[in-house]
């Protein structure tokens, strides 16, 4: 069994930062791509950043230059440093993983439960 757990989430003021962690547990034997993702209220969910098990990145056009993605590898967990958050930022945020179980010969997507981030005054 597989899971990915996030934490972090909450309200803050236009401007404000938020750290989300979000850390993969359970019988793993390897974990590739680590990302995050948001899905706002009536829209799709669209990727906010990805990181690499080698450490490229890639962030989505509306949060470069605010959000960091990083990770640590030795605990399986995927971090996202969000910093002059802005009203349009706030969803629901989950991370995702691309994860090859013990036992399995091939990875699969792993969603975590989400994490929300309400940007407001």
């Known amino acids: 069994q597989v899971q990915l757990v996030e934490s972090g989430g909450g309200l803050v003021q236009p401007g404000g930062s938020l750290r989300l962690s979000c850390a993969a547990s359970?019988?793993?034997?390897?974990?590739?791509?680590m990302g995050w993702y948001r899905q706002a209220p009536g829209k799709e969910r669209e990727l906010v950043a990805a990181?690499?098990?080698?450490?490229?990145?890639n962030y989505a056009d509306s949060v470069k230059g605010r959000f960091t993605i990083s990770r640590d590898n030795a605990k399986n967990t995927v971090y996202l440093q969000m910093n002059s958050l802005k009203p349009e930022d706030t969803a629901v945020y989950f991370c995702?993983?691309?994860?090859?179980?013990?036992?399995?010969?091939?990875?699969?997507?792993?969603w975590g439960q989400g994490t929300q981030v309400t940007v407001s005054s």
């Open positions: 995702n993983a691309r994860i090859t179980p013990t036992g399995f010969r091939r990875e699969s997507d792993y």
């Open positions: 359970g019988s793993i034997f390897s974990v590739n791509a």
């Open positions: 990181m690499s098990r080698g450490g490229g990145s």
